[in-house]
């Protein structure tokens, strides 16, 4: 864990860096679409941020000044599959944002929604040091959580301290300063598939870039999707994204879980393109121009030119009812939602205070969504968007930038995580001593 | 079935516009070879529409992706818009100031255009007007500016013009202008001279400021003025002015009054004779004078001082030949 931990202060650092450049790019890599964001961050408005406005709030001390989307190439649920074809096309988003902008971005942070993320839930608790809480104890907290064994080819993304306890007190956001002798903590530990990550950090070094930061997508299409009371009372945001859809879940202004399904509207195309024979740009273009999920009798009657582009006459010539085209899309999507809620059973979801769903990304766009969602996963279900930023074009505005939006929101205002703190530095010598010294007074 | 077209048939030939509408009206779907793209032809005859070329990959090479990051970058963008323009600036002019040749035609250039500017003929001044001065002044003036027309106006020094003008004695202001029509004006305001006095040797001419407004050469010059000598003689002209008006009935005889000390005056008239004046009320004194003038006829008489300085008596002073012809005629008697 240490050398990731000092990966990720390293990373930390170039943030920073760019934060006082003023400029710092946004890469979302999608299975469908790249999404490169460049922001200019305003130094005067930076200077209020550290006083802890909260997340929200921040969101006014950055500008987007260039915004380029491109067609994916290479990216599979989520996870590069062909290098050479990713780095290409983060190329192109990236050239093209810079033209917007007409600026040179050098530091870009990056999120992406596969390599399977898998959640953990830690607690540790030391002893106050000095009667009152400082940083060195809160470090010193993180440190003695118990780390699962998640195996070598995994790598830790997010460790979030999510809630802390002080003596009686259950739940506390910031203990510092605060008095008391026992100190535990809650740790949201959320882990990817390592050689997934290498391989996008590969791909962005290869572009000359300098990697600013990586975040999941489940937690960036959250922080933006989701308005402050339903990441505090609870709420589950899913991203139904190209390739995969990423699940996470919120409470008390923390993500406690992230997962994802590796389904999403890419399913859905190839499935309309096997089902009625056609290339899958034709299908592509029928599933957003006509997709539904929920059927009626005036679909009956609505007749779809589905065009081959086989030369066949015959073939080419078909027409298709509006209802066949949803009996394809639909089952599709059940199964995504299924999963979702599968997940969200996994994670004792329905435990939460309040069970709001917020549904985004772009196949959240399918007419009748909603309706099926709250059939499937519960009644409290709405179509989220991304929050507003300054300078972001109308086009870029839509359910399918959730996640390039909240990684913006993210980048201007980081949650504190377990390498914002100082750990205690003898750490991996210090604990064999401590266990025998332990033995010797248990023994003796 | 064929349907059934109730038109009225055509009586004349259709011209070739009217028959393509006509046919477009009947048979939409029809249309000369000429007006389907070949696209539509490819679509009517059930064949595969050409694809157009798209690039499957828009993306940027490595190479093209490089440089135009360069060329984003701070550093290349300062030096391309600004240290390379100003590098050859720096650069061209400093060729220009090195090489003789190309300076001094650089020169000539600009000289050249210069006088054509200022040689147009709406800068020309033709002549000057002089308003407010006598004949003899405005000669002068002529004369000490030196000026030769036409002239342009861009050599001529307005303020330095004034100021030579001003410096001349008889004038007391003056105002230049540019008038259109190629006319320099110069509005004078001259000096009145008010008197004569004989300073030492020279006669200057002082207007009523007490200011010397001219030097005459020869009291004959300006007979009409009256003459005054004497230390401090300038700073009492009104009073003497006054003596003068007084003295009108003898003004023919009358020379001039001379300060005496500085306190007083005296009135010289021809023959030598002399009116001396008491320092206070020196007018009563002359009216007194006068009078006996036109009673006895005394200023007429061989008497070389009256001698006034005793307001209660004059004192006569007869000259040395009067003396002798009246100490003879006494002894005689």
Known sequence: MNTLYENQRTMRQKRRAALQRGVVAILDVGTSKIVCMILQFDPSVQINATEGIGAIANHGSFRVIGVAKTRSRGVKLGEIIAMEETERAIRTAVQGAQKMANIRVDHVMACFSGAQPKSYGLTGDVQVETGSVTNGDIGRVLASCDTPNFGDDRETIHAMPVNFALDQNPSLSDPRGQIGHLLSVDLHLLTIDARILSNLITCIKRCDLELAGVVSSAYASAISALVEDEQELGAACIDIGGGSTSVSVFLRKQMIFADSVRIGGDHVTSDLSSGLQIPRNTAERIKTIHGGVIATSMDDREMIDVDGQTGDWDHDRRKFTRSEIIGIIRPRIEEILEEVYHKLQAARFDTLPSQRIVLTGGASQIPGMEGLASRILGQQVRLGRPLRVHGLPQAATGPDYAAPVGLALYAAHPQDECWDFDLPEKRMGAMPMKRAMQWVKNNW | ?333
């Open chain 2, 1 to 333: 079935m064929q349907s059934i077209d109730r038109k009225e048939p055509q009586l004349r030939r259709m011209s070739s516009i009217e028959s393509i509408n006509n046919r477009k009206q009947h048979a939409p779907n029809i249309a000369p070879l000429g007006e389907v793209s070949a696209e539509k032809i490819g679509r009517l005859f059930g064949q595969k529409t050409p694809e157009k070329n798209i690039k499957s990959d828009p993306a940027p090479s490595k190479i093209k992706y490089k440089i135009n990051r360069m060329w984003l970058s701070p550093i290349i963008k300062s030096t391309l818009y600004f240290g390379i323009p100003l590098f050859i600036l720096v650069i061209f002019s400093a060729y220009i100031y090195s090489s003789d040749g190309v300076r001094i035609k650089f020169t000539h250039v600009f000289e050249d255009a210069k006088s054509n500017i200022q040689a147009r003929p709406e800068f020309q001044i033709e002549l000057m007007k002089i308003d407010g001065a006598s004949e003899t002044l405005a000669m002068s003036i002529r004369k000490s500016l030196e000026l030769s027309f036409p002239i342009s106006s861009f050599e001529l020094n307005l303020l330095d013009m004034k100021e030579k003008i001003q410096e001349m004695k008889e004038v007391k202001s003056a105002s230049l202008f540019l008038r259109p029509g190629g006319l320099l004006e110069v509005e004078l305001i001259e000096r009145v001279p008010l008197i004569i006095w004989r300073n030492g040797s020279s006669l200057e001419m002082i207007d009523s400021e007490g200011e010397i407004s001219g030097i005459l050469t020869s009291r004959l010059d300006r007979l009409d003025l009256p003459l005054f000598a004497g230390d401090g003689a300038k700073y009492f002209i009104f009073e003497a002015l006054d003596i003068y008006k007084v003295a009108d009935p003898i003004s023919d005889r009358l020379r001039g009054l001379r300060r005496m000390g500085e306190r007083r005056w005296d009135m010289i008239l021809d023959r030598n004779q002399i009116i001396q004046l008491p320092e206070n009320e020196p007018i009563n004194a002359l009216k007194r004078i006068l009078a006996l003038n036109s009673t006895q006829n005394i200023l007429a008489r061989d008497v070389e001082t009256i001698d006034m300085r005793d307001t209660s008596r004059p004192i006569l002073r007869l000259s040395d030949v009067a003396t002798e012809i009246i100490r003879t005629s006494v002894s005689k008697e």
